[in-house]
C-alpha cells in the first residue's frame, strides 16, 4: 500500500504540473497494485474496507482521464472512464454472486461450518434480547452490555468465515469476473431499446455517462456536494401533502437530466447511481423540458449498483429453470402481545375507513436504537395479501399470514418451489451493522410465548431461493449502509445472493393504504395482463399518479426493481 500511495501523490503531482500522461502512468501502475492487494484479502467485510480508503485513487483516476479526453475526444478516454467507474463500485456484490453459485461452503470442515452455525444463532439470540430491552424500561449499561456482546460474536464470526473461505477447494478455484469494458456493456447488458446512464460523484467535478448498444456520450456535472444538497432538497420535498407539484426536484432534473434529456426518448433507462444517487427516485424527477410531468410518464426505470452486476448475474442464471409453483405471500405478522388474534386477548377497535387508516399513517418501518417503539399491526398488508392471493389458483401459491406470517416459514427449504415470494411487513435498517438489518416477522407464537421474529441480512445469505421476483413491501428496504466503493449494503445484495433475479425495494417508509394500493396493482398488471416485473411496476405508479388520491410521487415513487429487466 505504500508503494500505491507513492505513485498516487506522484500521479496527483504530475498532473497539478500539466504532465498528463507521466500522471496517467502513475495511477495506473498504482491502481494496479490496489487491485492485486484487494483479491488477497480473505474477507470480503475487510476487502471492502479496504477498497473504501483507496476510492480516492479511482476519483482521481477517473477525473484525469475525463481530463484527457476532453484534450483528445477521439481517444476513448471517455470509455476507460467509465470502465474505472464500473472498476470501483460494487465489487463485493460480484464476487458474493460468483460466490453464490460456486457453493464455496462445499467441501469445507463440518466443525467450521457448525461453529458458523452457532455463532449467527449466538447473534440472532442477543439481538432478539436487544429488542426486548429496548421495549421496556432499560438503562444505557444494560444497552451498553448488550451491544458489546453483539460486537464480539459479530467479530468472531467474521473472522470464521474469512477462515471458512480459505480453507474451502471450490474458493481456491474460484475465477472472479472482471467488471465489464464498454464494449462489453454494449454487447452483453444493452439492448436496443435501453440506455445505460452511470454516475459517478467526486469533490471537485461529477460525471455521467450515457451508453446505448452502439454509443457513449459523456458529461461533466457540478461537484458531489452539489448534488448531494439537491438529492436532499428533492428528497424532503416528497410529502402526502405535495401532490403533483414536482418543482423541489427541478434543480437536480436540470443537474442529472438536462444534459442527456435529448437522448432519453421512451427508452428504457438503467440507472448506476453513485453516493446520494442511491437514494433518489428517479421515477418522480421530472422531466426537464416538461417540468410538472415526471419521469415515469416518458420512462421505464431499474437501478443498478453497476452494470457488470446484471451481465454477471444473467450469466449465473442462463439456465435455471423457473420454480415450480407461482406465488408465496407471508404478511400481517403479530408484532404485540395485545394483539387480539393471541387467545385471551381482548379484541382491539380496528379502523372504520380507508381515510381514517391513511391519516394515522403507520409506516412500514422500525428505528432501532433511542427511536424503538413498539410495532403496530399493519392492517393493510392483510388487504394486500387477500387482493393478491385472489390472482392465482391454490394450488400455485402459499399464503401465510398471522402467526404462520413468522421466521420458521420464511427459512423453510419449501420457499425455494415459489416463482415470486412476497413479503408484506415491517422493515428493519441497521446502518452501524447492515448484516443486522432485515424485515420483522411473528414475535408471538400461538401461545402468546415470545419468539424471534426477525430474519436478519445474515440469515438471508443463508437461504436457497431461486425466485424470479422477491417483493419486500416494507419499508426502507432498498436502503443500507453506504459504504464507499461498494453503495447500499443492504437486503437486495442479500436476496440475490440467495437465488433471486431481481428484487423489489422501497426508498422511504410509505404510508400502509398507498402501499397495499400499489402492490395490488403492480400484481394484476403481471399475474393478470402478463407484464414483466418493470412495466408492471411503472404501470401501476402511472395509475397512482393519474389518480387524484394517490397522485404525490410520496405514496408510489418509494418503490424501485433492482435487477435483470429481461
Not at 37 to 52: D, N
Not at 353 to 367: D, F, M, Q, V
Request: charged share 20%.
Amino acid at each position: 500500500t505504500g508503494e500505491a500511495l507513492t505513485l498516487y501523490n506522484f500521479a496527483v503531482l504530475q498532473r497539478d504540473l500539466g504532465n498528463l500522461t507521466e500522471s496517467f502512468t502513475s495511477i495506473e501502475t498504482a491502481i494496479a497494485i490496489v487491485e492485486n492487494l484487494r483479491t488477497k484479502i480473505g474477507s470480503q467485510e475487510l476487502r471492502a474496507s479496504y477498497f473504501a480508503t483507496v476510492q480516492n485513487y479511482y476519483e482521481f483516476y477517473i477525473k484525469l482521464l475525463m481530463q484527457l479526453h476532453q484534450k483528445n475526444p477521439s481517444q476513448g478516454y471517455d470509455a476507460q472512464a467509465l470502465h474505472a467507474s464500473e472498476r470501483a463500485r460494487a465489487r463485493s456484490l460480484i464476487e458474493l454472486l460468483s460466490e453464490a453459485s460456486a457453493d464455496i461452503r462445499q467441501g469445507v470442515d463440518p466443525k467450521l461450518l457448525e461453529q458458523e452455525r452457532i455463532f449467527q444463532q449466538q447473534l440472532n439470540d442477543l439481538d432478539h434480547r436487544k429488542y426486548e430491552l429496548l421495549s421496556t424500561q432499560y438503562s444505557q449499561t444494560e444497552l451498553d452490555d448488550i451491544q458489546q456482546k453483539i460486537d464480539t460474536v459479530l467479530t468472531q464470526l467474521k473472522q470464521l468465515q474469512a477462515e471458512i473461505r480459505v480453507a474451502s477447494p471450490r474458493y481456491a478455484d474460484l475465477k472472479y469476473p472482471e467488471p465489464l469494458t464498454l464494449q462489453q456493456i454494449q454487447q452483453q447488458v444493452l439492448d436496443e431499446n435501453t440506455v445505460l446512464l452511470e454516475y459517478a460523484l467526486g469533490e471537485e467535478a461529477s460525471y455521467l455517462w450515457a451508453v446505448t448498444k452502439n454509443s457513449i456520450t459523456s458529461y461533466q456535472l457540478p461537484k458531489g456536494s452539489e448534488i448531494k444538497a439537491a438529492t436532499q432538497t428533492f428528497r424532503e420535498s416528497l410529502t402526502p401533502e405535495s401532490g403533483a407539484n414536482l418543482a423541489a426536484g427541478l434543480p437536480l432534473s436540470q443537474m442529472l437530466l438536462a444534459p442527456v434529456a435529448n437522448q432519453l426518448g421512451n427508452k428504457r433507462l438503467l440507472i448506476v447511481g453513485d453516493g446520494a444517487l442511491q437514494y433518489v427516485p428517479f421515477a418522480a424527477l421530472p422531466i426537464p423540458s416538461s417540468p410538472t410531468t415526471p419521469l415515469l410518464v416518458q420512462n421505464e426505470i431499474i437501478t443498478l449498483p453497476s452494470a457488470s452486476t446484471v451481465a454477471i448475474q444473467r450469466r449465473q442464471l442462463q439456465n435455471r429453470s423457473p420454480a415450480t409453483k407461482k406465488l408465496a405471500v407471508i404478511a400481517d405478522p403479530i408484532f404485540n402481545i395485545n394483539d387480539s388474534r393471541i387467545p385471551g386477548t381482548p379484541p382491539q377497535s380496528t379502523p372504520e375507513t380507508t381515510k381514517n387508516y391513511a391519516l394515522t399513517r403507520a409506516t412500514r418501518n422500525l428505528g432501532l436504537g433511542d427511536n424503538a417503539r413498539v410495532l403496530d399491526r399493519l392492517q393493510y398488508t392483510r388487504t394486500e395479501a387477500e387482493k393478491i392471493l385472489a390472482l392465482v389458483p391454490t394450488n400455485q401459491s402459499l399464503e401465510a399470514l398471522d402467526f404462520n406470517a413468522s421466521r420458521t416459514t420464511a427459512t423453510k427449504p419449501d420457499l425455494a418451489q415459489y416463482q415470486i415470494i412476497h413479503l408484506a411487513t415491517h422493515g428493519l435498517l441497521d446502518p452501524v451493522n447492515p448484516e443486522l438489518s432485515g424485515i420483522v416477522l411473528s414475535l408471538y407464537d400461538q401461545k402468546g410465548q415470545s419468539q424471534d421474529g426477525f430474519l436478519r441480512l445474515h440469515d438471508i445469505f443463508n437461504l436457497n431461493l431461486p425466485a424470479e421476483l422477491v417483493v419486500l413491501s416494507a419499508c426502507e428496504t432498498g436502503l443500507g449502509k453506504d459504504v464507499k466503493g461498494e453503495g447500499l449494503v443492504g437486503l437486495t445484495r442479500g436476496f440475490m445472493y440467495a437465488g433471486a433475479r431481481r428484487v423489489v425495494v422501497s426508498l422511504w417508509s410509505v404510508n400502509d393504504v398507498a402501499t397495499s394500493e400499489v402492490m395490488a396493482k403492480f400484481y394484476q398488471k403481471m399475474l393478470q395482463e402478463g407484464e414483466n416485473p418493470v412495466s408492471a411496476l411503472r404501470a401501476a405508479q402511472l395509475e397512482m399518479w393519474h389518480s387524484g388520491q394517490w397522485q404525490s410521487p410520496y405514496y408510489w415513487a418509494a418503490f424501485t426493481v433492482q435487477g435483470d429487466w429481461r
